[in-house]
């Protein structure tokens, strides 16, 4: 089931010009009514249901029906996420709780740096990453010209 935003719940993210689901989405699905200040999404029929923006709204305004592996028939879940850990609250038909928290970050926020930790991150600049067949080293890419 795509994602849905309660409009009673959502802010708008403080009517920031880009909402934090606007920001998270990896399918560029959620988008701010500006006459509302309410977030939406755009086209159900594209929702990866990855949870993303689930997890990053700030007012719980973001609900996705739970996979079936994880959260039985009739069941709710709700993601509370926090700069190192997320609790999901999973709330049974009879109206029993389970809370379960995980780690989100293998390390600390704003200290992830680009090449990974690898040594010579300058080779990413490198004109030989830029083309091929020169990066390759070869003349020209095997082409299949049917005469084989």
Do not use: H
């Given at each position: 089931?795509?994602?849905?935003?309660?409009?009673?719940?959502?802010d708008?993210?403080?009517?920031?010009?880009?909402?934090?689901c606007?920001?998270?989405?990896?399918?560029?699905l959620?988008?701010?009514?500006?006459?509302?200040?309410k977030?939406?999404?755009?086209?159900?029929?594209m929702?990866?249901?990855?949870?993303?923006c689930?997890k990053?709204?700030?007012?719980?305004?973001?609900?996705i029906?739970g996979?079936?592996?994880?959260?039985?028939?009739?069941?709710?879940?709700?993601p509370?996420?926090?700069?190192d850990?997320?609790?999901w609250?999973?709330?049974?038909?009879?109206?029993?709780?389970k809370?379960?928290?995980?780690?989100i970050?293998?390390?600390?926020?704003?200290?992830?740096?680009?090449s990974?930790?690898?040594?010579?991150?300058?080779?990413l600049?490198?004109?030989?990453?830029?083309?091929?067949?020169?990066?390759?080293?070869?003349?020209?890419?095997?082409?299949?010209n049917?005469?084989?």
């Amino acid at each position: 089931m795509p994602s849905y935003v309660n409009p009673d719940k959502c802010d708008g993210c403080k009517a920031l010009d880009r909402t934090a689901c606007q920001y998270i989405c990896p399918n560029d699905l959620m988008v701010l009514n500006k006459s509302t200040m309410k977030a939406y999404n755009q086209d159900v029929s594209m929702c990866w249901e990855c949870y993303s923006c689930v997890k990053i709204c700030p007012t719980q305004a973001i609900e996705i029906r739970g996979y079936a592996d994880f959260v039985p028939m009739g069941a709710a879940v709700t993601p509370l996420r926090s700069t190192d850990s997320i609790m999901w609250t999973v709330k049974f038909r009879n109206g029993t709780l389970k809370r379960f928290k995980f780690p989100i970050r293998s390390t600390a926020e704003g200290t992830a740096v680009p090449s990974g930790g690898f040594e010579g991150d300058s080779d990413l600049d490198s004109p030989v990453l830029y083309t091929e067949p020169a990066s390759l080293g070869t003349k020209e890419i095997f082409t299949f010209n049917g005469n084989a």
